[in-house]
């Protein structure tokens, strides 16, 4: 039995490193397609994932991820004890949609736009407890963000966290945006071990002072 699995070990390595080079090859392909959508030449380090989904724990299922392209970040979700039949992948790309259908055949991988979160239908009854991004929020007009931001706080539950990462020295969700919608961001990790470096940030509700009604702008 040791033996079979010292054996193996090598071979499953071989098999790890063979599907991340096909897909940096497939992220490359995507981004000389479509730069603007993909924005970014390789896939997020294992190191990113790790810090993106630090926080989440089998309690916070269901997940929404966003943007999961090739599944770095869906890789951490089942690690951190994320059922995959509790995720919910929302994938703009085609190509990347149809891979993770076949990679994640028991989560729900729906091929849309994530400005139209809150109009997806197909998540369940119960509530997420966490959004996953990996959408280029930076390279996306002001109204597209709010979009996103709104979306995903109305499906979220009331003490759900959005985890952002981002290349840039900023949060990539505008101030404006965050008023707004009532918002508050933390800097929670800056991941050195990536291409290029990236900052994580987790975005929550704000507590609303005693009385007053949560997130009045959320209810519109
Ligand atoms: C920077 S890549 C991140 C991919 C992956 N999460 C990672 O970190 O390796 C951005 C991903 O967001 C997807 N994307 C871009 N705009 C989107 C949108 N509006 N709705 C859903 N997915 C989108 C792209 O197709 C791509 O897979």
Redesign the pocket.
């Known amino acids: 039995m040791r033996e079979t699995r010292a054996l193996a070990a090598p071979w499953n390595r071989l098999c790890c490193v063979e599907q991340h080079m096909t897909d940096s090859l497939r ?1 490359f392909f ?1 981004w000389a397609t ?1 730069p603007l ?4 030449v ?3 380090s294992r190191a ?2 790790r810090a993106m989904t630090a926080e989440i724990q089998c309690e916070s299922a269901p997940v929404i ?9 869906t890789r951490a979700l089942l690690a951190r004890g994320v059922p995959q039949e509790h995720l919910i992948l ?4 085609q190509e ?1 949609a149809d891979l993770l259908r076949k990679r994640y055949p028991c989560a729900d991988v729906i091929c ?4 139209r979160l809150c109009k997806l239908s197909g998540i369940g009854a119960t509530k997420p407890g966490a959004v996953v991004s ?3 929020l930076l390279a ?1 007009p002001r109204r ?1 963000v709010y979009a ?1 931001l709104r979306g995903a706080f109305q499906q979220l539950r009331e003490d759900g966290a959005f985890y952002q ?1 981002t290349y840039g020295f900023r949060c990539p969700i505008p101030r404006e945006i965050r008023t707004r919608l009532g918002l508050k961001v933390e800097r929670i990790g800056w991941v050195l071990e990536n291409f290029p470096p990236a900052q994580v940030y987790r975005v929550t509700r704000r507590t609303p002072p005693a009385g007053q009604c949560p997130t009045p702008t959320l209810l519109q």
Request: no cysteine; net charge negative.
């Open positions: 992220f995507a479509d959508r993909v924005a970014s390789i896939p997020s990113l994932a991820e966003l943007g999961p392209g090739t599944g770095v970040f929302v994938e703009y790309g990347f849309a736009d994530a400005a990996g959408l280029p996306m597209k996103i990462f």
